[in-house]
C-alpha cells in the first residue's frame, strides 16, 4: 500500500470532526512492513493526538494493514519558509482570528504569584491536555488578568494548533448574537456559530448574564453540546459560582462540574514585577523605585497600574525624560481624585435616577412611542395607555410615591391614581394586551437591572 492511500484509508475511518479538528496535517512519513511513522503539524498537535486518539489510530491502520504493526507519532518538521507559507493562508482565511485576541495578552507577558499562579497554570493545562479541565471556570474582581487569560489561550493555540478553532465571546456579545439570531429568525446560524464551528470556546465575564433567563438557558445548551462533544470550554466570572445564586441551577452544576480556580489581589511584590512587564511591553524604561512606588500606591486593579503606566510613558514621551518617582506621584494622585468622582457618580441616589429613566425608555420602545411622546400632553390612546403603564410600574416596580410619579410624568395627582387604578382593572379584567407589555417590560428590566446594580 502506498503512503497517501494508507493516510485516505485511515481518513474515511475517522470521523469528519476529529479529522477535520485534529488530523488535517497527517501525513504517513514511514511505511514498511513493520512499521508506520505518522507526521502531524507540530509538537503541540501531535501529543494532543497521540494521547486523544493514539490508539484509535494505531488500531484503524490495523486494521486497514490487516497485520499488526508499530505505529509511531512524529512531529512534522517544518522549514521556515514552509512556515510563512503555511502561515499566509491562515491568515486570510482567518482574519477575524487574528485580531480576536490581543497580542498583549500572552502567557509571557502574565507575571505569576501566589495570586494568581493557580489560574495561569491551569489555563495552560487546558490547551495542552482539552478536555481534561471542562468546563474551566475562573473567576477574580475586576482587573486581575482574567481576561488576559482568555486572550493567553488563544494566542497560545493559535500559535501551537493553529487548525483547532477557538473562539472568544464576552457575554454580553453572546447575548447580542444571539438577539440578532432571533430577530433574523435564524438561530440556526448563531447555533452553527456557538456549537459547531468551535473546538474552544472562552466565555468571559459571564456575570453579565445573572437576570438574562432566555440567555442563561441558550448557554446551557450551547454548553451541553460542547461538552459532549469533548470541546474545551473556559468561563471566567468576577462572581464565584456560589455568588452566581441567580443563575439556573443547572448551568451553576455545569460550572462546578470542571475546574473552578480564582485569581486573588496581588502582593506589592507581584504588582511591582507586573509593572516592571508593563513597563517592558511598551519599552518605557521604569526604575525600581518608580515601580515599587506604583505598586504601593496604585490600587489592586491592575487596570489602573497600566493606565499609570501608559500615562508615565505619555509624560516620559513629552518631557523627553525616564519616567521619574515625581510624575508617578502626580498620576496617582490624578487617579485618586477621580475615583471620588466615580463614588459619587455611584450614589444611591443616581443609581435611581438611572433606573427611573431606563423604565421609562422600555415603556416607550414597548409602546412603539417617542420618549418625549409620554411628556407630550397628546391625548392619542397609544400615549395614553404608555403614559398610565409607567405610571404603575412607578408606583408597583419602583414603589415611587404618588406625589412623586405625578412630579416626573408632570400630571395631577388624582390623574395619577386614576392612571394606575386603571392599570390594575385592566389586569384584573385579564387584557392580555397589557398584560404581555408589563411583563415584556418587567423582563427587561431584570435584565438591565443585572447591568446597573454590578
Ligand atoms: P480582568 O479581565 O480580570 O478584569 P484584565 O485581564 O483585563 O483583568 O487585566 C487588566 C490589565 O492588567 C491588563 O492590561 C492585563 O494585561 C494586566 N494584567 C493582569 N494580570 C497580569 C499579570 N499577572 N501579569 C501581567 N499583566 C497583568
Ligand atoms: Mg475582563
Same mark, same amino acid.
Given at each position: ?42 509538537? +503541540?498537535?501531535?501529543?494532543?493526538? =497521540? ?18 504493526? =508499530? ?8 522549514? /521556515? ?30 507575571? @505569576? ?21 471542562n468546563p474551566l471556570f475562573i473567576y477574580g474582581d475586576v482587573g486581575l488578568g482574567k481576561t488576559h487569560l482568555l486572550h493567553a489561550i ?92 441567580? +443563575? ?6 455545569? +460550572? ?13 511584590? @507581584? ?28 490600587? %489592586? ?30 498620576? &496617582? ?11 459619587? +457618580? ?7 435616577? &438611572?433606573?427611573?429613566? %431606563? ?21 392619542? /390612546? ?14 408597583? %416596580?419602583?414603589?415611587? /410615591? ?34 404581555? !407589555? ?5 423582563? !427587561? ?10
Open positions: 500500500m502506498e503512503k497517501h492511500e494508507l493516510i485516505e484509508k485511515l481518513r474515511s475511518n475517522m470521523s469528519r470532526d476529529t479529522w477535520n479538528n485534529w488530523l488535517t496535517t497527517a501525513q504517513i512519513l514511514e511505511l514498511d512492513n513493520k512499521k508506520v511513522v505518522v507526521g502531524l503539524g507540530n509538537l +503541540f498537535i501531535k501529543e494532543a493526538v =497521540e494521547k486523544r486518539f493514539g490508539s484509535i489510530i494505531k488500531e484503524t491502520i490495523n486494521n486497514i494493514l490487516g497485520k499488526p504493526v =508499530e505505529v509511531v507519532f512524529k512531529e512534522i518538521p517544518i522549514s /521556515k519558509e514552509q512556515k510563512n507559507a503555511v502561515n499566509g493562508p491562515i491568515i486570510k482565511n482567518r482574519p477575524l482570528k487574528l485580531s480576536e485576541f490581543n497580542p498583549e495578552f500572552t502567557f509571557d507577558s502574565f507575571v @505569576t504569584g501566589n495570586s494568581n499562579r493557580i489560574a495561569y497554570y491551569s489555563a495552560l493545562e487546558v490547551c495542552k491536555n482539552p478536555g481534561k479541565y488563544g494566542n497560545f493555540l493559535m500559535e501551537n494548533a493553529p487548525d483547532l478553532k477557538v473562539k472568544y465571546v464576552t457575554a454580553e456579545d453572546f447575548m447580542n448574537q444571539m438577539m440578532d439570531g432571533i430577530r433574523a429568525s435564524d438561530m440556526e446560524n448563531f447555533r452553527e456559530r456557538f456549537r459547531r464551528n468551535v473546538d474552544f470556546l472562552l466565555i468571559d465575564d459571564v456575570q453579565f448574564l445573572i437576570g438574562k433567563n432566555t440567555v442563561q438557558s441558550e448557554l446551557f445548551h450551547t454548553f451541553n453540546s460542547l461538552f459532549n462533544s469533548r470541546k474545551q470550554i473556559v468561563i471566567c466570572s468576577d462572581r464565584t459560582p456560589d455568588e452566581l445564586a441567580t +443563575f439556573h441551577p443547572r448551568l451553576i452544576s455545569r +460550572f462546578e462540574m470542571g475546574l473552578i480556580t480564582d485569581i486573588q489581589a496581588p502582593d506589592k511584590a @507581584t504588582k511591582y514585577l507586573i509593572a516592571k512587564k508593563m513597563a517592558q511591553m511598551i519599552s518605557l524604561q521604569l526604575t525600581d523605585d518608580v515601580a515599587y512606588y506604583l505598586a504601593e500606591h496604585v490600587d %489592586t486593579n491592575l487596570r489602573k497600574l497600566r493606565g499609570a503606566i501608559m500615562n508615565l510613558l505619555l509624560q516620559s514621551q513629552i518631557s523627553g525624560a525616564p519616567a521619574n518617582i515625581e510624575s508617578a506621584k502626580t498620576i &496617582v494622585n490624578s487617579m485618586m481624585r477621580m475615583n471620588a468622582n466615580k463614588v459619587r +457618580f455611584q450614589s444611591p441616589e443616581v443609581l435611581e435616577t &438611572v433606573k427611573i429613566d %431606563t423604565v421609562i425608555d422600555l415603556v416607550a420602545a414597548e409602546f412603539d412611542i417617542n420618549r418625549k411622546d409620554i411628556f407630550s400632553s397628546s391625548r392619542k /390612546k397609544e400615549i395614553a395607555l404608555a403614559r398610565q403603564v409607567l405610571a404603575y410600574l412607578f408606583k408597583t %416596580t419602583m414603589k415611587l /410615591k404618588t406625589k412623586d410619579i405625578s412630579e416626573k410624568l408632570d400630571k395631577n395627582h388624582s390623574t395619577i391614581i386614576h392612571s394606575i387604578k386603571k392599570i390594575e382593572h385592566s389586569l384584573l379584567m385579564g387584557n392580555e394586551m397589557i398584560k404581555n !407589555k408589563i411583563n415584556n417590560i418587567k423582563n !427587561k428590566l431584570e435584565d438591565e437591572k443585572g447591568i446597573l446594580t454590578l
